[in-house]
Structures are given as structure tokens and as C-alpha cells.
């Protein structure tokens, strides 16, 4: 087992008494890669900085390779690359002087060959002698990404690494966080992009709820008009992450028409992606339910929920199930997909959250929410069966 690199007990900060970090703990193996996804102002960047030793932390502490950020944080800065919102270079010198620069700054060895040779790797060598005042929005990115690998750092902090790229620049990008990972080396990054997330973090459901955690003021008392809410927006934003990849998979792979070949009912391909969905939603919920107990200190653990949980996700896979198929024809599946999927799926999370909500409170369930679930599952189900092989064809 690989040994922590980055250890963050109970960290907390404050901007003019408004709390944005409450309290965060999380640990980070050597050479394990963490997405952060969240809401904009939910404290993402505020935590990079923090880790990156240029914002001073409220209360807690956070280890970085053994070291401790507050005391040494001199030594954590060699440790650590760092591409944030802006691209902290300087405009009035040319892209090769920038490295050169920042290479002199961090004492790298051999400098000037590094320079090169990064410059070579993010595609840039055609302007090293331009100044970075005259580079576009993706070509500076790429030179952040340049400026922050220059002194290999065994921890990289991206802070939206894929804003202003093209295809080409995202393919580079993939490409410099795989090196950085199979190097054995540590990376956390922040990004609005849900498949991004999956495809290169080994953690992600975790830090949904984390946001929720010191996103939300939860203290006893709004604790059971939040928390439920919280599960259930946490619950659907983890399923649109399998959702989004029902069909897309096999389009692009090319083996949907292979599918589409078979001699089977599409009703049959339907219920069986539609299996598939709720295996991997029920898989989410397995592994979110305990850490969203004991992160928000409720007790959530009793049979009553069981049927709540069933009906909620039969309800949101149904309708993603279908949507998948649609939205996978799209170029823009990533945000087609939770814009069809989420107005339509209102009525069964408002009676799953109510139903959550009520259980907390009284620890019995009320029959009205669970009946709207069921009717509206009922109703998903019929017409999503009737309506798949219509939109898997067209
Ligand atoms: P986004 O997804 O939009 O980038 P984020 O999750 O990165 O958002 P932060 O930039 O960390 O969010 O900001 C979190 C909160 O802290 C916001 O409400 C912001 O206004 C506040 N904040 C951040 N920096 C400062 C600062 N220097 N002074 C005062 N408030 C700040």
C-alpha cells in the first residue's frame, strides 16, 4: 500500500466571518489522483491555495510528503506545481525566458534542456520566443502546465486545468496528468467536467459530500432540513456520471450497431441498461450512505430507508436510462444530459428528500411521498420502454 502524501485534518478557513472550509479531512495516497468537483463558491480554489501555500489556512493542519504547510512551508513549495485561475506569468517575457525563469527559481538541474523538452511536450516549441503577453487563452494554460511540471513536482494542485483547452490541448493534458500518476506522483484537481472526473480520479463520490460538508451550514438544528437534500443531490450527481456513459461507451467504440444487430426486443436492451444504471447507482449509494452518516452526524441507517432508496433510484435511472440515449447522438452529452434529465426527474427527488427528511425526524415512513414515488416510477417506466426503440433508432 502507497503511503500518504497529502494529509488534511480538520481544515478550516474564514473570509471576512463568513465560514468557507468547516472542518475538511482528507488523505491522499502517493500516486493517487482526487477530483473536486463542486459548486462555483463552494471553496474549491480556497483549498487549493491553501495546500499551494499562498493563502494561510484558518484552523487544522495539512501534511504534505510528512511536511507540515504552516511550519515548512518553503520545503512544501518544492514539493508542489500548482495551475491556478490565472496564469501567474510574465507578460513582458518571452515563453522560453518564463521557464527559464521559474527553472533558475526552483533551482531545477539542466534548466534550459528542461525548458525545452516541456515545451516540446505541451506543444509550444514553434513560440518560445514570443512574449506571453501576445498568447492565446489555451496556449498560456499550456505553459502553466509547463511552468507547474518544471520542477517535477510529486504533487500537482490543478485548479480547472481543462478551462480555455481545445481537443488537442484536453488530449495533452490527459496525456501529462497519465505520465504524472504513473511517475508514482500525487494529484488533486479541481473540474466542472463529470466524465473528466471519473476518467482520471480514484476518488470522487467522497468529495461531493465533502463539498456539501462545508458547503452548507449544518448545524443541529437546519442539519434535518439540509441533510436530506444534500444525500439526494449528491445521489443524482453520481449517477449522471454512469448515466452519461449507458450508450456513449459503445458509440464510440463503435458497437451499438453490433447491438442494435442482434435479434432482441430493444424493450429487452432497455431494462437491461436500465439493470445496469441501478447496479451502479446502488453501488454510489453503498459507498455514499455511511461516509454522508458520519460526515453529517445523522442516523440514516435504518430498514425504512431501504424503500425510499429503491424508488428514488428506479426513478432517476429510468429517465437517464432513456436520456442517455438521446443525449449520447450529441456532442454535448456531458451538459445535454443532466439538462433533460434533471426537470423531469423533480418529482421523484422532491419525495425522495421529503420522504428522507421525514424519516430523520420521526424514523417512520409517510406513506404520501412513497405512493408519488411509486406512481411516477410507474409512469417513467411505461413510457421510457415504450419510447427507447423509437430513440435508439432515430
Ligand atoms: P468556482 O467553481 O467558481 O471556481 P470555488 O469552489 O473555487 O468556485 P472559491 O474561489 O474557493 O470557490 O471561493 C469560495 C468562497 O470564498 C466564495 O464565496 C468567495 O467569494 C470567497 N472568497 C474567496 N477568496 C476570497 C478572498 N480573498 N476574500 C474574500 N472572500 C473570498
Known amino acids: 500500500m502507497n503511503a500518504p502524501y497529502l494529509e488534511i485534518k480538520g481544515l478550516k478557513k474564514t473570509y471576512n466571518l463568513k465560514p468557507i472550509l468547516r472542518g475538511i479531512d482528507v488523505v491522499l495516497d502517493q500516486g493517487e ?175 461531493v459530500l465533502v463539498i456539501f460538508n462545508f458547503a452548507f451550514d449544518l448545524r443541529v438544528d437546519n442539519k434535518a432540513a439540509i441533510a436530506p437534500g444534500a444525500l439526494w443531490v449528491a445521489f443524482v450527481f453520481a449517477s449522471l456520471l454512469g448515466l452519461g456513459r449507458t450508450i456513449a461507451s459503445e458509440q464510440e467504440k463503435g458497437s451499438m450497431d453490433r447491438l442494435m444487430l442482434c435479434p432482441v426486443d430493444r424493450k429487452a436492451i432497455y431494462l437491461a441498461k436500465l439493470l445496469g444504471n441501478m447496479l451502479f447507482i446502488g453501488v454510489v449509494e453503498i459507498v455514499a450512505l455511511p461516509i454522508f452518516a458520519a460526515l453529517f452526524n445523522v442516523p440514516l441507517f435504518t430498514g425504512e430507508l431501504l424503500p425510499i432508496v429503491l424508488l428514488g433510484t428506479l426513478g432517476v435511472a429510468t429517465i437517464g436510462t432513456l436520456f442517455s440515449a438521446i443525449a449520447a447522438a450529441t456532442q454535448a452529452r456531458e451538459l445535454l444530459l443532466p439538462i433533460l434529465v434533471f426537470p423531469l426527474i423533480v418529482p421523484v427527488v422532491i419525495g425522495a428528500v421529503r420522504a428522507t427528511g421525514t424519516l430523520m425526524i420521526s424514523s417512520i415512513n409517510e406513506p404520501p411521498w412513497l405512493g408519488l414515488m411509486a406512481a411516477f416510477d410507474v409512469i417513467f417506466l411505461s413510457v421510457s420502454m415504450l419510447m427507447f426503440e423509437y430513440v435508439i433508432e432515430e
Not at 502553466?144 to 485548479?159: G, M, T, V
Open 33 to 207: 489522483c482526487m477530483a473536486l468537483l463542486g459548486a462555483n463558491g463552494a471553496g474549491k480554489t480556497t483549498l487549493l491555495r491553501i495546500l499551494a501555500c499562498l493563502t494561510k489556512p484558518g484552523a487544522g493542519t495539512v501534511r504534505i510528503g510528512g511536511l507540515d504547510i504552516g511550519r515548512e512551508a518553503q520545503h512544501v513549495r518544492l514539493r508542489v506545481g500548482f495551475v491556478g485561475h490565472q496564469p501567474n506569468l510574465y507578460d513582458e517575457l518571452t515563453v522560453f525566458e518564463n521557464l527559464l525563469f521559474f527553472g533558475r527559481m526552483y533551482s531545477v538541474k539542466q534548466a534550459r534542456e528542461r525548458a525545452v523538452a516541456l515545451l516540446k511536450q505541451v506543444g509550444l516549441s514553434r513560440h518560445a520566443g514570443e512574449r506571453v503577453g501576445t498568447l492565446s487563452r489555451g496556449q498560456l494554460q499550456r505553459l502553466s502546465l509547463a511552468r507547474a511540471l518544471l520542477h517535477s513536482p510529486p504533487l500537482l494542485l490543478l485548479d480547472e486545468p481543462d478551462a480555455g483547452l481545445d481537443d488537442e490541448g484536453i488530449e495533452l493534458l490527459e496525456e501529462l496528468m497519465g505520465e504524472h500518476r504513473e511517475q508514482g506522483d500525487t494529484t488533486l484537481f479541481t473540474t466542472h467536467n463529470f466524465e473528466r472526473a471519473v476518467k482520471f480520479s480514484d476518488r470522487i463520490c467522497m468529495l
